[in-house]
């Protein structure tokens, strides 16, 4: 579904540390390092600045092959003393065989490995959950680039939409601490641009063919 997705940390090195304890647990492996970011496939992060604030109150689901990779990565995290947002286990909520384990890492984002029967079957990231001022004008702005961005409308009640293109999700949900300061890079098959959502998350489509 995405092209990447960027956060922006405090700390790169206490980032990068984190990542790269519990991303490997799940088979997910560095693939780059360079002086303006890191990245694991299609999960990307760089360092804040004064213009690009630390990434606040995101959540983002990572792809776990198995239950037995979701219970390594929680473990991971938490021997290395990372804090603990939710041990792993069913999750029914979300659907009759989910299954996750939840950290925080250090910008205090929720980073989950997720097992489920409609995971992904490629990339690093399963999916990801937004928290919005208003759900009213977001889901306005995503109906809007959707056909641009490949998405589509899955589900929608009074306070969330979820979009998926098939392959991965993500999810706007009305609530607090509103989530800020992420950045979703989408294919697309227009001339590259950037914009942003009501809430000043970063939005950006580029296209590989021009």
Request: glycine share 10%; aromatic share 10%.
């Amino acid at each position: 579904m995405f092209e990447h997705v960027t956060i922006r940390v405090s700390d790169r090195a206490a980032s990068e540390l984190f990542y790269d304890t519990v991303l490997p647990a799940i088979g997910i492996e560095r693939t780059a390092a360079a002086e303006a970011f890191t990245e694991w496939g299609d999960f990307r992060l760089t360092t804040a600045g004064a213009d690009d604030e630390v990434t606040r109150g995101l959540h983002i689901g990572f792809r776990a092959t198995t239950t037995e990779l979701v219970d390594a990565f929680w473990n991971a995290g938490v021997e290395e003393g990372f804090r603990d947002d939710g041990e792993p286990g069913p999750r029914t909520i979300y659907g009759p065989d989910y299954y996750g384990g939840f950290l925080l890492d250090p910008d205090d984002n929720s980073a989950e490995a997720a097992h489920h029967a409609g995971l992904r079957t490629t990339g690093a990231i399963d999916h990801l959950w937004i928290r919005v001022a208003e759900i009213e004008e977001a889901k306005a702005f995503y109906k809007t680039i959707a056909p641009v961005a490949g998405f589509r409308l899955k589900t929608e009640d009074d306070d969330l939409a979820r979009y998926t293109s098939g392959d991965g999700s993500f999810t706007i949900i009305q609530g607090v601490p509103r989530t800020e300061n992420v950045h979703m890079t989408f294919a697309a098959s227009v001339d590259p641009f950037q914009t942003t959502d009501p809430d000043g998350n970063t939005i950006e489509f580029v296209n590989h063919n021009r």
